[in-house]
């Protein structure tokens, strides 16, 4: 069984451009959840995409998009970078219905 | 507004003896709760969880114990070890299920003195 997967590992941005990032999921999981977590801080829910349409959202503005694939893959779209969007950001696989959510090791952004 | 809090930001023990971390939500629509353990560079570990139906839970070393009228819950590891040493996070899930917003607390610092 593959675990969650997330890539790159460690990122640098300057401030105003864009950033992808990328998230495999666990192996028969259907459902992406993304997280942001700063600095001393739990993760906050950005959203979730199920059967590759977002199903729920926390409250980011709309420059934090989303997209899932076929294979349930996910990327996580950030425009215009501000400084404050510099974080540890957690993609979570799961199967619909269910609660545990699994993790991935994240992707470190620093925006500059 | 912080939802579900936990107010002690570490907490430092003995190898051998308990730990107790503790939560507190002001939720009253919240009714599934989770703990999730974090190693530095690695994501955040699903360890054991409680429905609001129940007031206890336990896996191995691993109890929670939920006091739904005082909107309360706790972890409790017993015996602890060094490995345990980690942040600890709650979570909650609202009552409409699990395809809802997971919400979590700060964490707590755990550290197992050998």
């Known amino acids: 069984e593959t675990g969650v997967t997330q890539s790159p590992t460690h990122l640098i941005k300057t401030r105003g451009q864009q950033v992808t990032l990328r998230c495999s999921s666990q192996?028969?999981?259907?459902?992406v959840s993304w997280y942001q977590q700063a600095l001393g801080q739990g993760p906050q829910f950005i959203f979730q995409y199920y059967r590759e349409e977002e199903n729920g959202r926390g409250n980011f503005p709309p420059r934090f998009s989303g997209l899932q694939f076929p294979n349930y893959s996910s990327e996580l779209n950030v425009n215009a970078l501000e400084l404050d969007d510099s974080a540890l950001y957690l993609c979570?696989?799961?199967?619909?219905?269910?609660?545990?959510?699994?993790f991935g090791p994240g992707t470190r952004l620093t925006v500059t | 507004d912080q939802q579900v809090k936990q107010n002690s930001p570490s907490l430092s023990v003995q190898e051998g003896r308990i730990s107790i971390l503790n939560c507190d939500y002001t939720?009253?629509?919240?009714?599934?709760f989770l703990w999730y353990k974090k190693y530095p560079a690695e994501g955040p570990t699903f360890l054991i969880s409680i429905s609001s139906i129940k007031d206890k839970n336990e896996d191995g070393r691993f109890t929670v114990f939920l006091n739904k009228s005082a909107k309360h819950l706790s972890l409790h590891i017993v015996p602890s070890q060094p490995g345990d040493s980690a942040v600890y996070f709650c979570?909650?899930?609202?009552?409409?299920?699990?395809?809802?917003?997971?919400?979590f607390g700060k964490g707590i610092t755990l550290s197992v003195r050998p």
């Open positions: 979570a696989s799961s199967l619909r219905w269910t609660y545990e959510q699994y």
């Open positions: 939720n009253s629509m919240f009714d599934y």
């Open positions: 192996s028969g999981h259907n459902t």
């Open positions: 979570a909650a899930y609202p009552s409409t299920g699990a395809n809802s917003k997971l919400t």
